[in-house]
C-alpha cells in the first residue's frame, strides 16, 4: 500500500511539472557565418513593438540553439549581440496563437571587418595610400604634426616642399587649389593651409593630376582637405594649444553632439603663426635694352593670423543625408622686412648708374569672411549608387590689401618711396550636381553640372613719394575704381573600370568661361567669353607584392586673376631712381588663357619611393612682387 501511495505522488509530481514547463514561441540556431560553428556566448534579447526595453533575455545552449518562451501575444523584434560580431536583427515577429512556434533557422552571425586581428600593437595605420587619381595622406594619426597645422603634415610628404619662411611649394610652383571637404578654401596657398588646425584633418587627398571631374584652375593639381566628422554618441569635445620659441602661438576647439540621426559641431580657432627668416634674392630684370641687377639681404618677419568660429549640423536618413555649414573670421597676413638693397643697372654691356640703399617694405592683406554651404547625398543603393548636391556662398568684405616699400640711402634719408591700397568686397559662388552610376561591380560612371561665380567690387590708389617736398602724394592718374565678374559653367563625364591588374579612367569636361572686367578708366573695359574641353586620362597597373605603375594626362588651364587683369591699368609700375616704367597693354596677353598639358607618370613601391616627371613653371611675374 504504501509503494502504491509513492507510485501515485510521483506521477502526480511528474504531472504536475510537464503542465508547468512553459511552452517555446520562438526557437533558432546561431553560428559563424564563415566557420559555421555554434556560438554559445550570445546575448539573444526580445523587444516588444514601440518598446525599448527587452521582455526576454536569453543565453544559446553549447550547439548554439535557443528558445524563448512565456511571451504573449503580439508583434516583437528580435536582436542578437556578441562581441567581435555585427548585429543581428529581425523584425515584424508576430506570435498570434499560443500553439504557434516560430523557428527562425539557423542565424549566420557576421564577424566584424575590424576584428581582434587588426589591433596588434604592431600593426600601423598607412600614412599614404595611392589611389588612381589622387594619393591620400592619413592626417589623423600624425603625431609630429600634433598641434600644428595642415603645413606640419604636408612638410614630410613627396612633391611638397616648404621653405624658411613657410611658402608651400606643389612640385616646385605655388601654383595649386586649396579646397576643404570639397569646397573652395576661405585663403589661397599657404595661407589657406596654415589656417587649418591640424587636430580637424582626417585626410589630405592630394591630386597631381585631376580627373574631368575637378575644376581645371590649378597649374600643378589641388591639395584637398579632408576635416573630421565622425564622432562618438553622446557629447564630446577636444582643445589643442599650440606655441613656439617664436612666439607662433594658437588655440582650437571642437565640439560635438552626436544623436541617432543627426549631429551638429561648434568650433573655431585662434591663431597666430609668426615667422623669422634670413632674406637673400638677387634678381635682373630687363626692359628694353636696359638690365637692373638687385641684391637683397636682411631680416623679414612675416605672421598668418586666422580667428574663426564655425558650425555645422547633418541628418542623416536611411538613405539621404543632409548638411548645413557655417562659418565666419577674420584672417590675413603681414610681412616686415629690412634689407640692405643695391642694384647696378647696364644699358648693352656699359654699366651706367649703381646704388646702395636700405630697403623697407610692409605688407598686410586681411578680409573679413562670412561664408555657409548646404548639401545632400542621397543613396539609392549600397553598391555606390548616387545623387550629391551642394550650394556654397562666402562673402568677403572690408577687404584689404596694402603694400609698402621704401628705399633709404646710407644717412637713412628717404630716396624713394611709395604706398599702394586696394579695398574690396568680394563674393563667391558655388553650386554642382552629381550623379555616379554603377553598372558592374567594377565598372562606374559619372556625370554632373558644376557653377563658378566670383565677384569682386573695389577700387586700387597709390601714393608716391616726392624727394623735393619730402612728403607723399598721391597719384590721381592711377587711382581707378572696378568691378570684375567670372563665371564658369561645366558639364563632365567620366568612365572608370577596373580589368584583373588594370584600372583605368577616362573623361572629358566642357567650360563655359564668361569675364567681365569695368574700370573707370576709360577704354579699359575688357570681356571674355569662350568653350572649352578638358580631357583626362588615368591608367593603372599592379605587379605582384603591391608594386603599381601608374600614367596620367590632364589638360589644366591657369586663368587671370584681378590682380594680372590689373596689367592692363597704369598700376604695376617700377621704380628706377626717377623713371617710371609703364607697361602697356600691347606687350602682354590681356585675356589670354595658359594651357597646361600635364602627363605624369607615377611607379609605386612598398617603400612609398615614387618617380613623377611633369612640366613645371615659374611666375613670369615674379620680378614684380617686391618692388610694385
Not at 7 to 14: N, R, S, W, Y
Not at 549 to 566: D, G, K, Q
Request: one cysteine or more; proline letters at 3%; charged letters at 25%.
Amino acid at each position: 500500500m504504501k509503494k502504491c501511495f509513492c507510485l501515485i505522488v510521483a506521477l502526480l509530481c511528474f504531472s504536475l511539472s510537464v503542465t508547468a514547463a512553459p511552452l517555446t514561441r520562438i526557437k533558432g540556431k546561431i553560428v559563424d557565418a564563415g566557420t559555421n560553428k555554434p556560438l554559445d556566448f550570445a546575448d539573444v534579447l526580445l523587444f516588444k513593438k514601440g518598446d525599448d526595453n527587452p521582455v526576454f533575455h536569453a543565453l544559446p545552449d553549447m550547439d548554439g540553439s535557443f528558445g524563448i518562451a512565456d511571451v504573449k501575444n503580439g508583434e516583437y523584434s528580435l536582436m542578437i549581440r556578441l562581441v567581435g560580431y555585427d548585429l543581428f536583427t529581425r523584425q515584424n515577429i508576430v506570435l498570434a496563437s499560443s500553439s504557434e512556434i516560430v523557428d527562425l533557422g539557423t542565424i549566420p552571425m557576421k564577424p566584424l571587418e575590424v576584428g581582434l586581428a587588426e589591433v596588434e600593437v604592431v600593426a600601423q595605420k598607412k600614412q599614404v595610400i595611392y589611389k588612381l587619381d589622387k594619393k591620400v595622406i592619413e592626417a589623423s594619426s600624425n603625431m609630429l604634426a600634433s598641434g600644428g597645422t595642415a603645413v606640419d603634415i604636408l612638410e614630410n610628404t613627396p612633391s611638397i616642399r616648404v621653405d624658411a619662411e613657410g611658402e608651400v611649394s606643389f612640385r616646385g610652383s605655388t601654383g595649386f587649389m586649396v579646397y576643404v571637404d570639397g569646397k573652395p578654401s576661405v585663403f589661397s596657398g599657404t595661407q589657406a593651409l596654415e589656417q587649418i588646425p591640424s587636430g580637424h584633418i582626417e585626410n589630405i587627398e592630394i591630386i597631381t593630376t585631376p580627373s574631368a571631374r575637378h575644376d581645371t584652375g590649378g597649374d600643378v593639381g589641388i591639395i584637398n582637405i579632408i576635416t573630421k566628422k565622425h564622432a562618438q554618441h553622446g557629447f564630446s569635445g577636444m582643445v589643442n594649444l599650440t606655441g613656439s620659441t617664436f612666439l607662433s602661438r594658437g588655440v582650437d576647439f571642437l565640439l560635438t553632439q552626436q544623436n541617432k540621426s543627426s549631429r551638429w559641431y561648434f568650433g573655431g580657432g585662434w591663431t597666430d603663426r609668426l615667422r623669422k627668416s634670413d632674406f637673400d634674392q638677387e634678381k635682373t630684370t630687363i626692359v628694353a635694352d636696359t638690365a637692373t641687377t638687385s641684391h637683397s639681404n636682411g631680416p623679414r618677419e612675416s605672421n598668418n593670423f586666422n580667428y574663426s568660429l564655425k558650425a555645422g549640423w547633418m541628418y542623416t536618413l536611411p538613405h539621404t543625408t543632409f548638411n548645413a555649414d557655417l562659418e565666419g573670421g577674420y584672417g590675413g597676413r603681414t610681412r616686415t622686412g629690412d634689407l640692405d638693397y643695391t642694384e647696378e643697372r647696364v644699358v648693352g654691356s656699359q654699366p651706367f648708374a649703381n646704388g646702395d640703399y636700405y630697403s623697407r617694405d610692409d605688407y598686410d592683406l586681411h578680409e573679413t569672411y562670412y561664408q555657409g554651404s548646404v548639401g545632400f547625398d542621397h543613396k539609392f543603393n549600397d553598391k555606390g549608387h548616387q545623387l550629391t548636391g551642394s550650394f556654397y556662398l562666402k562673402y568677403g568684405g572690408n577687404a584689404m590689401e596694402y603694400f609698402q616699400s621704401d628705399l633709404f640711402n646710407k644717412k637713412n634719408e628717404r630716396e624713394q618711396g611709395h604706398r599702394a591700397w586696394e579695398d574690396e568686397h568680394r563674393w563667391t559662388v558655388r553650386g554642382n550636381m552629381d550623379y555616379i552610376y554603377p553598372y558592374s561591380k567594377t565598372g562606374h560612371i559619372e556625370a554632373g553640372y558644376q557653377y563658378f561665380s566670383y565677384l569682386e567690387d573695389g577700387d586700387y590708389s597709390m601714393q608716391f613719394w616726392s624727394p623735393e617736398k619730402q612728403e607723399f602724394y598721391w597719384r590721381d592718374d592711377i587711382y581707378n575704381t572696378f568691378y570684375f565678374q567670372h563665371g564658369i559653367n561645366s558639364i563632365y563625364a567620366i568612365v572608370g573600370d577596373s580589368y584583373k591588374s588594370f584600372d583605368f579612367q577616362a573623361g572629358v569636361r566642357g567650360e563655359h568661361t564668361h569675364r567681365v572686367l569695368r574700370s573707370s578708366i576709360p577704354g579699359k573695359d575688357r570681356e571674355y567669353n569662350k568653350f572649352e574641353f578638358f580631357p583626362s586620362v588615368h591608367l593603372g597597373y599592379t605587379f605582384p607584392k603591391d608594386h603599381k605603375l601608374m600614367a596620367s594626362y590632364s589638360r589644366r588651364i591657369t586663368r587671370p586673376e584681378l590682380f594680372l587683369w590689373n596689367l592692363i591699368l597704369p598700376i604695376a609700375i617700377i621704380i628706377r631712381q626717377k623713371s617710371v616704367i609703364r607697361i602697356s597693354v600691347r606687350n602682354i596677353s590681356t585675356l589670354s588663357n595658359l594651357i597646361i598639358r600635364r602627363i605624369s607618370v607615377s611607379i609605386r613601391f612598398p617603400l612609398r619611393f615614387s618617380i613623377v616627371a611633369g612640366k613645371i613653371r615659374s611666375s613670369v611675374c615674379a620680378f614684380l612682387m617686391k618692388r610694385v
